[in-house]
């Protein structure tokens, strides 16, 4: 995928429509893999660009708060030069904030089309716990499947509640353990069963399928919903 630099925007000669063709090769990848219906890493990245932009045009001592796993340290400090560099040559600054606004409105309706694709995926998905649920659903498996055949995914998941700006936020993560091809021998509730049997480490695990009758790309779309869409079940439920 053809990528963009954290500081695209103020990168070598500043001009709109020199910065304006380099935005659209880039989106016009980006909307080529949402036509496929692959999300991921493709939207995460998109966001990441429209936040970045909206921070160094707001305030630039805002963007270490905001992506600290993204931009390094070098990174950080070239967009801090850049602003104090720019924002003494009016004309410079006015290119800039021409380039930002038409990229901000480009990236929004990018972002959009990739957020109709997730909500409607995010609709197909049915939960459900398979036999009892422990009182302990932090750990456990979620067995995917979609409608291109009998096989079903198992994940471990893990959640995990992080802090930040004084909220509590839960995340997830999974690990591909095998998969099962299903029928009138192998029900979810025998997957269960087998995994608890080989698995020593959960004994007694929280099981959940995630079902779709439609297809998606797994890697890039179905699994990272899935994942996302377990934590919002979880959360309500408990």
Known sequence: ?????????????????????????YLQEINRYFSENKLYPQLGDVVFHYNNLRAFRENKQFLQQHFPKRLTAVNLEKLQLLYEQMIADDELMEELENIIQYALQKIDNTIRDG????????????IAPVGIIPLDINEGYMLLNDGRASDTLVYQYRLTIFERHDERFRGIHTQYIST???????????????????????????????????????????????????????????
């Open 1 to 25: 995928m053809t990528a963009l630099s954290e500081t695209w925007f103020a990168e070598g000669y500043i001009d709109f429509e020199l910065k304006k063709y380099t935005l659209l090769a």
């Open 115 to 126: 957020a109709e694709i997730y909500e409607f995926v995010e609709e197909q998905l049915n």
């Open 180 to 238: 099962y091809t299903r029928g009138l021998s192998q029900s979810y509730q025998s997957i269960k069963t087998d995994l608890i049997r080989h698995r020593a480490e959960l004994p007694n695990p929280a099981v959940y399928t995630i079902e779709t009758d439609l297809v998606f790309p797994v890697a890039e779309t179905l699994q990272p919903i899935a994942k996302r869409s377990l934590v919002k079940y979880i959360t309500t439920a408990s």
